[in-house]
């Protein structure tokens, strides 16, 4: 739990300020107040209560203040200056520019109707998956692996990002938001988000099967055998199978270790080394579950679980942040 005697700028959250409010029986924090911290004090003080002809001659509108302190609130509302020194934040902007990390999962594509692993219960025309999705697989029976990707291609060029896609690209008008997916389709891409790092590949696109760093797009939906690669070698599809190393799992590794806020939706947090993201979260930060399952993660007064789909929650997730999606 945040103390009082820390700076307010360690409240990295709308409701980690409720949390520390409501730990000294101090009533709610509205979105869009103020909170004053001076000592063993914490006051909250809506904005309303200066809306005063004195205070809006020296100030106008207060919806776009971000340090009232600069603009001089101090000398014009007597209650404040009876705090002396006490440190004012106005929390609509306390995470303004703050990077927020997003791991997300299949839960956030199975919106848009995109079936996940679990949903096809691990079969597909019989075959197990992993037989569909390892190297081994590949090695024996590559035009069976082949179309089991067009099959997933064609879909994913049949489906469109839902609302969860479309709330995280509009969060990037208040956060440098950096999405970390396991999810192989390009609906954050095509919803609007800047920055989106693929763990376990790209669905739509081919790589050398002799030359990893030879990566092509997909023109369409349809990978064949025959489709070779510059060198000559067999195009194969550019995901991470089972049993292969996750490349980019190191720098995931160093988004997590930046974020100001971490955000995990739609995934189960079994599968490995994703998972092990969250443990590079840095302690003061706070973490979002978004998931209307339940997911086994270890205890931390930090998490703070948002048991909804993808769409719902992340709109959730921005009112506790303190901004509005419209």
Not at 95 to 117: D, I
Request: charged share 25%; hydrophobic share 40%.
């Amino acid at each position: 739990m945040l103390m009082l005697h820390q700076k307010i700028d360690h409240i990295a959250t709308l409701s980690a300020a409720k949390a520390l409010v409501d730990s000294f029986g101090l009533g709610n924090v509205e979105r869009g107040g103020f909170l004053i911290v001076e000592g063993t004090e914490a006051d909250i003080i809506n904005p309303a209560l200066f809306q005063t002809d004195k205070v809006a001659d020296h100030l106008g509108d207060l919806s776009g203040v971000q340090n009232p302190f600069d603009r001089g609130l101090v000398n014009h509302v007597p209650k404040i200056r009876n705090k002396h020194l006490g440190k004012l934040c106005y929390l609509n902007h306390m995470m303004s520019g703050k990077r927020l990390v997003v791991l997300s999962g299949a839960g956030m594509s199975a919106e848009s109707g995109l079936k996940t692993f679990r949903e096809m219960g691990g079969l597909w025309e019989s075959h197990d998956v992993t037989e569909v999705a390892t190297p081994e697989a590949w090695r024996r029976n590559p035009g069976l692996v082949m179309r089991f990707y067009n099959e997933r291609r064609k879909a994913l060029l049949e489906a469109s990002p839902n609302p969860g896609h479309t709330r995280l690209a509009e969060l990037e008008r208040f956060f440098d938001v950096r999405i970390v997916t396991q999810n192989v389709d390009d609906l954050h891409e095509r919803a609007g988000s800047t920055h989106v790092m693929h763990l376990h590949g790209e669905l739509r696109k081919a790589r050398s099967s002799a030359d990893p760093s030879l990566v092509y797009d997909i023109d369409g939906w349809e990978l064949k055998m025959g489709d070779l690669c510059a060198r000559g070698s067999q195009l194969r599809p550019h995901i991470v199978w089972f049993g292969e190393p996750v490349p980019n799992i190191q720098d995931g590794i160093r988004e997590a270790e930046k974020a100001d806020v971490f955000v995990v939706i739609g995934t189960s947090m079994q599968v490995y080394p994703a998972a092990s993201l969250i443990y590079y979260v840095p302690d003061h930060v706070p973490v979002f579950v978004i998931d209307p399952n339940e997911v086994n993660l270890h205890e931390d007064h930090r998490i703070q679980v948002i048991k909804m789909k993808a769409g719902d929650g992340i709109a959730e997730l921005a009112r506790r942040l303190g901004v509005d999606l419209g």
